[in-house]
């Protein structure tokens, strides 16, 4: 069954038109999978179905009996549903302080491929984005947040204002500028017309265009009340320096923000542990 449904990510339609819409690279969507499905000691592996296609999720349930709801990730380009060091603590964290995750493969280009030969795969994102958000509520998740990641958080934003959702939250990390002006990638707009929780997180010694682009939405969102940035010090695009801090930092506000409960603070184990 697997095997089965490894080949059919061979079958991607590109509804589009060509010069708008490319597919992503179902190549790499399967070396990734095949790599996930033998290595994999968490949560299960969930195909869902967007545009004709099926793609890789990583589902991972609480372990508790009360649960909150579910947060979907989203990787940064290039990468996958467990990648390495964000989107796997992250995913494997929520479940043990009440929250589902939902870890979805995003569309791929070949690799070396820059950030703006991501935007013709945006359109396809967006639908990979809504079947994972209508999966959640077939889970009957009583509340829904967006986790991205990189480009993985242009693709959400990019997304969430061309359709009407029921989303409780957003969060982004590292987010990237949006100063080249390609329609999929604009996310100041997203933010003036803001009617869901956002935070926006990033590093202070991130990518120069993640840098540029925190200072253009921090002044917009002075005036959004749903609208909240975090700066780590001392951390990158990678966060390697503290991770805990940065899964700290965005489970406070969801306990705060999306659950409406006081502050707690969660230990984070460490790979020693």
């Not at 604009?186 to 991130?206: A, K, R, W």
């Not at 700290?248 to 306990?255: A, E, F, P």
């Amino acid at each position: 069954m697997f095997i089965q449904k490894i080949a059919q990510l061979s079958l991607t339609l590109c509804l589009c038109s060509a010069l708008t819409c490319v597919a992503s690279d179902d190549k790499r969507e399967a070396e990734f999978a095949l790599d996930i499905e033998k290595n994999l000691t968490n949560g299960r592996i969930v195909w869902l179905q967007a545009s004709n296609q099926n793609f890789l999720s990583l589902y991972t349930e609480v372990t508790s009996s009360t649960t909150e709801g579910i947060v979907i990730l989203l990787h940064d380009m290039g990468g996958h549903p467990n990648q390495d060091k964000v989107i796997a603590l992250l995913r494997n964290f929520f479940p043990e302080h009440h929250w589902s995750t939902l870890s979805i493969q995003m569309p791929l280009r070949e690799e070396g491929a820059k950030m703006e030969d991501y935007y013709s795969l945006f359109p396809e994102a967006k639908e990979r984005l809504f079947a994972a958000i209508n999966f959640a509520k077939t889970q009957k998740a009583e509340k829904v947040v967006i986790l991205g990641y990189g480009v993985g958080g242009l693709m959400a934003t990019s997304a969430l204002q061309e359709k009407s959702t029921n989303v409780n939250g957003l969060i982004t990390i590292s987010l990237p500028s949006s100063e080249i002006g390609e329609m999929y990638a604009h996310t100041l707009p997203f933010i003036s017309t803001l009617t869901m929780p956002m935070l926006d997180v990033y590093g202070e010694l991130d990518s120069p265009d993640v840098i540029y682009g925190a200072k253009e939405r921090r002044t917009i969102g002075k005036i959004k009340s749903k609208y909240r940035q975090i700066k780590l010090d001392n951390e990158g695009h990678l966060y390697l320096n503290d991770s805990g801090l940065l899964v700290k930092r965005i489970y406070s506000w969801v306990n705060r923000t999306i659950s409406n409960k006081s502050q707690e603070i969660p230990r984070i184990c460490s790979s020693k542990d």
